[in-house]
């Protein structure tokens, strides 16, 4: 399979000259996390298209994962816009497709939706508050279309089932319904959402997964989401920590990395920064107030 990463945003709502996706999460940008899982998933080929800034998020992903290709979106002109800026990189008969701002999407998530028999798999969630994602509709249990939340009706608003922006599709099919696409919209932008309809008319299998932990695909709008994000990160990579060994005191005050490696028996008393690439030995005893950075 491909996966392509959709990360061309500027990020209006973080009022910052810093391209979206690389606002940090535990001294990562966003688009770290999400390329990382994208590699441990197994994919042949990972593609990440930018935008905004392009030349910077170029710059960093070619560092950190050289083998990442990187296709251009110089007009912001939508989803549908942004997939096909990367026909060209795309050459696996499978495509699954992700945003660059959902940090904590997991590389199982992933290797399923390489695996999907169907044309068209859509991961999909259900949300007490599903303000700002596009609404799934149904009929007879059955998704028709999925509408955005600025051309919903009042009606479609309620709907609590959205589309995380998760896609696994047919990479044939996808291009040929992409080009059916047009800027009907409140956005005047080439909706990837439209390509449901397209599918079904067309009599194209299209499948819905329902991921019951929401919070694995929350997507990160402004910083108080990436607070919210880097929270959630935070707490898994200290419970994974604690699962192999290591006593953590006070976790709530630890912040630790994600590339940091602690082996067993070791007893971290927080608060504590440890960060970077870092080792820390079994049997070692790390105090409150300490901070840690690139010590192997």
């Given at each position: 399979?491909?996966?392509l990463?959709?990360?061309?945003?500027?990020?209006?709502?973080?009022?910052?000259?810093t391209?979206?996706?690389m606002?940090?999460?535990?001294?990562?940008?966003?688009?770290?996390?999400v390329?990382?899982?994208?590699?441990?998933?197994?994919?042949?080929?990972?593609v990440?298209?930018?935008?905004?800034?392009?030349e910077?998020?170029?710059?960093?992903?070619k560092?950190?994962?050289?083998?990442?290709?990187?296709?251009y979106?110089?007009?912001?002109?939508?989803?549908?816009?942004?997939v096909?800026?990367?026909?060209?990189?795309?050459?696996?008969?499978?495509v699954?497709?992700?945003n660059?701002?959902?940090p904590?999407?997991?590389?199982e998530?992933?290797?399923?939706?390489?695996e999907?028999n169907s044309?068209?798999?859509?991961?999909s969630?259900?949300l007490?508050?599903?303000?700002?994602?596009?609404r799934?509709?149904?009929?007879?249990?059955?998704?028709?279309?999925i509408?955005?939340?600025?051309?919903?009706?009042?009606?479609?608003?309620?709907?609590?089932?959205?589309?995380?922006g998760?896609y696994?599709?047919?990479?044939?099919?996808l291009?040929?319904?992409?080009?059916?696409?047009?800027?009907?919209?409140?956005?005047?932008?080439?909706?990837?959402?439209?390509?449901?309809e397209?599918?079904?008319k067309?009599?194209w299998?299209?499948?819905?997964?329902?991921?019951?932990?929401?919070?694995?695909?929350?997507?990160?709008?402004?910083?108080?989401?990436?607070s919210?994000?880097?929270?959630l990160?935070?707490?898994?990579?200290l419970?994974?920590?604690?699962?192999?060994?290591?006593?953590?005191?006070?976790?709530?005050?630890?912040?630790?990395?994600?590339?940091?490696e602690?082996e067993?028996?070791?007893?971290i008393?927080?608060?504590?920064?440890?960060?970077?690439?870092?080792?820390?030995?079994?049997?070692?005893?790390?105090?409150?107030?300490?901070?840690?950075?690139?010590?192997?």
């Amino acid at each position: 399979m491909s996966v392509l990463v959709l990360a061309g945003g500027k990020g209006t709502r973080f009022y910052s000259q810093t391209p979206k996706v690389m606002h940090r999460i535990l001294g990562k940008p966003m688009i770290w996390y999400v390329v990382n899982s994208a590699i441990k998933s197994g994919a042949k080929e990972v593609v990440v298209v930018v935008g905004f800034k392009g030349e910077e998020v170029e710059r960093y992903l070619k560092k950190e994962f050289p083998q990442v290709k990187i296709a251009y979106q110089r007009e912001q002109l939508g989803t549908a816009h942004a997939v096909l800026c990367a026909k060209k990189e795309l050459t696996e008969e499978r495509v699954v497709i992700l945003n660059g701002d959902m940090p904590l999407v997991e590389s199982e998530l992933i290797k399923r939706l390489s695996e999907s028999n169907s044309d068209l798999t859509i991961v999909s969630m259900i949300l007490e508050d599903p303000t700002g994602y596009g609404r799934i509709l149904r009929e007879n249990r059955k998704v028709v279309r999925i509408v955005e939340e600025k051309d919903a009706s009042p009606a479609e608003k309620q709907i609590k089932e959205v589309n995380s922006g998760v896609y696994s599709f047919n990479r044939e099919k996808l291009f040929k319904a992409i080009e059916k696409i047009s800027p009907n919209n409140a956005q005047g932008e080439y909706y990837l959402t439209d390509a449901v309809e397209i599918f079904l008319k067309n009599g194209w299998k299209v499948d819905v997964i329902v991921e019951k932990d929401s919070k694995k695909l929350i997507g990160v709008n402004n910083r108080y989401e990436l607070s919210v994000a880097e929270n959630l990160m935070k707490e898994k990579l200290l419970k994974n920590l604690m699962k192999k060994g290591a006593t953590i005191h006070n976790p709530g005050q630890a912040y630790i990395e994600p590339e940091v490696e602690i082996e067993e028996d070791v007893e971290i008393f927080a608060p504590v920064f440890i960060c970077g690439k870092t080792k820390i030995k079994r049997g070692s005893v790390i105090y409150p107030f300490t901070y840690i950075r690139d010590s192997l």
